[in-house]
């Protein structure tokens, strides 16, 4: 893995989660509604009365740090997992890491935002030294 993750910014891509595809549009909408629907409507257990009580969102709206109320502004998730990706630009079936980045704000107007990448298990192909002037003589 050469652990360059880069965006996945073509939404007609295809993604291989185990065994089943999404096209990358369709897979960013799945996950910012699942997320969407389990922040708001889940609560957090308080052990201190044997129930859940309160929405993930409240939960972590602030923390307090010895006297001091810390108001929380934003929060990422970052999960990572095995995939494949097909790029309609590309050759065939890549094996890499799906990296989806989860982004909850409570100060921007779009509270949940939600990017994808991709970083691919093969080495990448290395450039030869003879490029640049290849590229120069194509140039002229």
Known sequence: MNNKFIA????DDVVLLQKDTFKVSRLKELVQE?????WESHG?????????N???YEFFKKISVSQQILKIDEIKFNL????QI????????QKGKLKI????????KDKYKLSLEF???EPPESESPLDDIRKMIQAT
Request: glycine content about 4%; overall charge negative.
């Open 8 to 11: 996945l910014d073509c939404d």
């Open 34 to 38: 699942e997320i969407c629907r389990k």
């Open 44 to 52: 957090a257990y308080d052990y201190s009365i044997q129930k859940a």
């Open 54 to 56: 309160t929405s993930i």
């Open 80 to 83: 990572i997992v095995d995939c």
């Open 86 to 93: 097909l790029k309609i630009s590309g050759n065939g079936w």
């Open 101 to 108: 980045n989860i982004y909850v704000s409570n100060i921007t």
């Open 119 to 121: 970083c691919s298990d």
